[in-house]
């Protein structure tokens, strides 16, 4: 175990540093399905913060959606929530509900128990060291800067490809598909990233809220937009994975142009590609410049 957590983690440890670590480590199971879920963990932490300082509180939500409203549930009746000598924070990783309806209710649900400054909704592709690279390259590169608009760019490709298929969580992913599982949250993320406008500071709201601007410029479409600028599928064989049903029109691969109605990218298209049993395992962003006048193709 020790050999496997310094290969993971990154970190240089010894095994004795390990073992007084582990010793720290607890495991506490519980039933989801129900609000008294929590409550060996509410019976065995008190125990655990006996005599501390400081006795801080972190969950991490890592579930599927259909959980979340009874497990904030349970943290809120087992006093989990409050922590009497430190702070209690809630990370959820996506999915976030399963439509705008669900999302909204469950935002209001946990403001209920959290206030918003412990509540921390996080998209794990946001860790991957590319992609906090594109901020250095956007905003501290004085040769891209003054021509990463549309008088320069002439369109923007954003592709993550996967070779792997949905077969070892096909049950889930049935319920989800790639728009919900990758569209929305990652390449979303990578696209506002690359579009927005530079941010005040590096406080995360003040990124957050340059990010939702992007969010808000981007072109709404009709349902025959949407036939014009969007397409999805699924890979052969989908359909006969445990837990996929054989009727299922849950796509596996999608494609979209977005525009964003903004005075940096009028006009410039944003390509977005995701899907699973490709043939090649890319993740990529191609930012295609207009060619100089001299040099275009007539």
């Known amino acids: 175990m020790w050999e496997s957590a310094v290969e993971l983690a990154g970190v240089a440890s010894s095994r004795d540093q390990f073992i007084v670590f582990s010793k720290r480590l607890f495991y506490s199971a519980g039933d989801l399905s129900g609000r008294d879920g929590l409550s060996g963990v509410a019976d065995r932490l008190p125990e655990l913060e006996r005599g501390a300082d400081v006795a801080n509180r972190m969950f991490y939500f890592s579930i599927a959606p259909d ?3 009874t497990a904030i549930a349970s943290l809120r009746d087992s006093g989990l929530a409050n922590s009497s000598n430190g702070w209690s924070r809630l990370v959820i990783e996506k ?25 921390f909704q996080i998209d794990h592709y946001l860790g991957k060291e590319t992609v906090q690279n594109l901020l250095v390259l956007r905003f501290a590169n004085s040769i891209f800067e003054p021509i990463w608009n549309r008088n320069y760019v002439k369109s923007v490709q954003i592709t993550v490809a996967e070779e792997v298929d949905a077969a070892s969580r096909a049950a889930y992913y049935d319920s989800s598909g790639v728009v919900r599982d990758m569209l929305q949250n990652h390449l979303l993320q990578i696209l506002t990233i690359i579009a927005m406008e530079p941010p005040s500071g590096v406080e995360p709201e003040s990124i957050r809220d340059r990010k939702v601007d992007v969010l808000r410029a981007i072109s709404a479409y009709s349902e025959a937009d949407i036939a014009q600028n969007a397409v999805a599928g699924a890979y052969e064989g989908y359909r006969r994975h445990d837990g996929v049903s054989s009727s299922s029109r849950t796509p596996t691969y999608a494609a979209v142009k977005l525009q964003i109605d903004n005075w940096r990218w009028k006009g410039v298209p944003f390509y977005l590609r995701t899907g699973k049993a490709l043939r090649n395992k890319v993740s990529e962003v191609v930012v295609e410049f207009e060619p100089p006048a001299s040099f275009r193709v007539r």
């Open 67 to 69: 959980f979340y409203e």
């Open 95 to 119: 999915p976030f509900g399963t439509d705008r309806e669900s999302a909204a209710k469950l935002d209001t649900n946990i403001h209920a128990v959290f206030p918003e400054k412990d509540v």
